[in-house]
T-cell receptor, first 117, second 114 residues
């Protein structure tokens, strides 16, 4: 079974600074997807970024980028120019590349990000 | 992105009664829907996966007779908590996916059982 580990329960960053959230995973599969989701106080889950394992290039979405190290099974999220609205719980998630429609997300335990002035 | 709605957003019910939560995909057809439970300050725990027209597949430890899931159409899934008890109080989140594409989440339903 796949596991996702987020070793940082809480992180803090000053506004306009950069912060990196860590995530490691364990799998024996070669085809899979990795995700970062944001859950603000409203509790609405929002997809931040997605990475396909077969792609060597790290995914980027505006101020959000990942450092995907497939051999090390590491998938960290970098948030640049942090904003107050980035304060939220961040979940790393894994999904098998199995094309079966039942393939499901496995979530990490989450990292709570505080953004200070 | 695609929109998934949930209704109600918050429900209070008395112990022993049943409550139904609806999950709708508003602008796409959801071949697969997922139901999660989330306790305060914890991660999402998958309860069950359902494909349209099929019986739901429940995760280990989830009572299928207590948490009834119906996925009758490509845009609607329901979760019914039967004979609810205070320990069923939680935040329930549904998620929907079309084929192998992106998975979208509803805004969640807070259930309080008194």
């Amino acid at each position: 079974a796949q596991t996702v580990t987020q070793s940082q329960p809480e992180m803090s960053v000053q506004e306009a600074e950069t912060v990196t959230l860590s995530c490691t995973y364990d799998t024996s599969e070669s085809d899979y997807y990795l995700f970062w989701y944001k859950q603000p106080p409203s509790r609405q889950m929002i997809l931040v970024i997605r990475q396909e394992a077969y792609k060597q290039q790290n995914a980027t979405e505006n101020r959000f980028s990942v450092n995907f190290q497939k051999a090390a099974k590491s998938f960290s999220l970098k948030i640049s120019d942090s904003q107050l609205g980035d304060a939220a719980m961040y979940f790393c998630a894994y999904r098998s590349g199995d094309t079966g429609t039942a393939s499901k997300l496995t979530f990490g335990t989450g990292t709570r990000l505080q953004v200070t002035l | 992105g695609a929109v998934v709605s949930q209704h109600p957003s918050w429900v209070i019910c008395k112990s022993g009664t049943s409550v139904k939560i609806e999950c709708r995909s508003l602008d796409f057809q959801a071949t697969t829907m997922f139901w999660y439970r989330q306790f305060p300050k914890q991660s999402l725990m998958l309860m069950a996966t359902s494909n349209e027209g099929s019986k739901a597949t429940y995760e280990q430890g989830v009572e299928k007779d207590k948490f009834l899931i119906n996925h009758a159409s490509l845009t609607l899934s329901t979760l019914t908590v039967t004979s609810a008890h205070p320990e069923d109080s939680s935040f329930y989140i549904c998620s929907a996916r079309s084929g192998i594409h992106e998975q979208y989440f509803g805004p969640g339903t807070r259930l309080t059982v008194t």
